[in-house]
């Protein structure tokens, strides 16, 4: 803000001195004073007669031109107006009018100034915001870490070390991120983001710490969920538990908590491509699973443990009670008479294996 202020003040004042000498008389009186000798009188103006010559033949002309009914040219008119107009710009400039040096490069110095200011506090923003959203704030938070590293380091407060990671973290630079969020740990253990953002790094080696055993490997995952159950309303929690899952093998528990990150961030395109390559992989080995997804995910849950409706791992229903259950309705849950055939034999046999 302040450098802002700086700037506009400056360019105004180089504007200034760059215009004064344009601004004709009024200026030229208080500028030409400035210009007095030393026996105190004014320099004199060696083209004055012609000078103030020219000046009454071009108001004349103009004054003709002006008076010109309108769509009527006299080129002849227009001719002697330029010559005038030349002429009077090919004299030198009256002593009192001339810039002095010292002002104009003041000036061009203030210009100069202006343009570096410029170039390092706007030019930048305005090219990031040329950039599209996510790629602006990785090169943003690229460029704010030398600070908010200095930061942190210096006042080893949770604040300082959780800005220092969060910057490092969206511009990928993971090395830096485990730094800081370790650093944020000390100060509070359950930190959630730092510990699943850790966690997660971790887990995909990024940041230059490779596991190197399978009790490494859920130890990083333990950091992942628990920072889901210190936050589960945190979509970023669900993404990254769901992330930690599919690492492990765990399609469709993946799936359940990418699909409780969507709800939470509706906005969220992160996950997509993963959630349609583990809904496609669920699909093809279980078909049931696709009709469960289409019809009754939104009560009983994505993977069943309920929400509106009751968690289908502990119903105790036999195969003919549940297929009454979904063809009739029950209580305030909807008959889905249109369920048959091969998709009503898949879906039983899912909630069957549920209830095992
Ligand atoms: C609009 C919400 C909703 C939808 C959609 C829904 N259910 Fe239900 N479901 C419920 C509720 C509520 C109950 C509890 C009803 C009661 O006991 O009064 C229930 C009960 C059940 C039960 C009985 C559980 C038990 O042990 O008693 C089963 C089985 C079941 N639902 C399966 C399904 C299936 C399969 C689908 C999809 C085809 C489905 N539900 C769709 C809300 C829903």
């Given at each position: 803000m302040t450098l802002l202020v700086l700037v506009v003040v400056l360019a105004l004042a180089a504007l200034g001195l760059t215009l004064a000498p344009l601004l004709g008389r009024r200026v030229r009186g208080q500028v030409g004073e400035g210009n007095q000798v030393g026996n105190g009188s004014t320099v004199p103006d060696p083209d004055a007669p012609e000078r103030s010559r020219l000046e009454a033949e071009q108001a004349a002309l103009s004054a003709e031109l002006i008076a010109l009914p309108e769509g009527v040219h006299k080129p002849e008119l227009e001719n002697r107006a330029a010559r005038v107009l030349r002429a009077l710009d090919a004299l030198p400039p009256a002593p009192g009018?001339?810039?002095?040096?010292?002002?104009?490069?003041?000036?061009?110095?203030?210009?100069?100034?202006?343009?570096?200011?410029?170039?390092?506090?706007?030019?930048?923003?305005?090219?990031?915001?040329?950039?599209?959203?996510?790629?602006?704030?990785?090169?943003?938070?690229?460029?704010?870490?030398?600070?908010?590293?200095?930061?942190?380091?210096?006042?080893?407060?949770?604040s300082a070390y959780l800005a220092w990671g969060d910057a490092a973290f969206t511009s990928s630079r993971y090395d830096q991120a485990s730094q800081a969020y370790a650093g944020a740990l000390k100060l509070d253990p359950k930190q959630p983001r730092a510990l699943r953002r850790l966690g997660i790094m971790l887990l995909t080696g990024q940041g230059g710490m490779a596991l190197s055993d399978q009790k490494q490997a859920s130890q990083a995952f333990l950091l992942v969920r628990t920072a889901a159950q210190l936050a589960p309303q945190d979509p970023e929690s669900q993404l990254l538990l769901g992330y930690a899952l599919n690492t492990f093998g765990q399609g469709n528990l993946a799936l359940a908590a990418l699909e409780r990150y969507r709800n939470l961030a509706p906005q969220g395109r992160e996950a997509d491509d993963l959630i349609a390559t583990l809904q496609a992989s669920r699909d093809r080995a279980d078909p049931g699973a696709r009709v469960y997804a289409a019809n009754c995910a939104s009560c009983h849950g994505a993977a069943g443990f309920g929400g509106l409706g009751p968690n289908l791992h502990e119903s105790r229903l036999s195969r003919a009670a549940l297929k009454a259950v979904i063809l009739n309705g029950k209580g305030s849950m909807p008959a889905y008479p249109q369920i048959k055939g091969a998709e009503l034999d898949a879906l039983l046999t899912r909630l069957e294996r549920w209830e095992k």
């Open positions: 009018q001339r810039p002095s040096p010292a002002l104009g490069a003041l000036g061009v110095l203030i210009a100069l100034t202006v343009v570096a200011v410029g170039a390092v506090s706007f030019v930048p923003r305005w090219q990031l915001a040329a950039l599209n959203g996510p790629e602006g704030l990785a090169v943003q938070s690229a460029l704010s870490l030398p600070g908010l590293q200095r930061t942190a380091l210096g006042s080893r407060s949770q």
